[in-house]
């Protein structure tokens, strides 16, 4: 029996090791530029800030039919917001991300995201900030 408590006992202390470092390892960013990374479009983003617009990267919460049909509805109906930018829209169905180029002197981000969600709402989907892109020194590339 002490051998049972002993091996029982050596398990739940592994077990809340693990636990206690898994919040570190699902925070570690890679998610994050996978999304920005799927719908990146440099020469876009190069434009927008150039103009001095600002570039957002949203998650789409909900479920996402992958079909022509939905890509189309989606970017003309985020093209059709005030501010943003035409031709800027970049959907990933797959990694569930969405990028749009807005200009912040004809509208707010917090406009753009509540208007968004108005409109994705009736469709059960709904947007979550994840990344802002409003300089140049954004684009800044790695050093050797």
């Known amino acids: 029996m002490r051998l049972i408590e002993r091996v029982t006992g050596a398990f739940a202390a592994a077990a809340a090791v693990v636990a206690l470092g898994a919040p ?3 925070a570690c960013g890679y998610c994050a530029e996978d999304k920005v990374a799927s719908v990146y479009d440099h020469a876009a983003v190069k434009r927008a ?20 049909a939905v890509l189309k509805t989606l970017r003309s109906g985020v093209e059709s917001v005030a501010g943003v930018d035409r031709g800027s829209v970049r959907i990933s169905l797959e990694t569930a991300s969405l990028a749009l180029a807005f200009d912040p002197r004809r509208t707010t981000l917090a406009a753009v995201q509540n208007t968004l969600d108005a409109k994705l709402a009736p469709k059960k989907l709904s947007l979550f900030l994840f990344r802002v892109m409003d300089r140049p020194g954004d684009l800044k590339t790695a050093g050797r």
């Open 24 to 26: 570190g390892a699902l």
């Open 49 to 68: 800030l150039d103009g001095r617009h600002h570039v957002v990267y949203f998650h789409i919460d909900g479920t996402l039919a992958p079909a022509d």
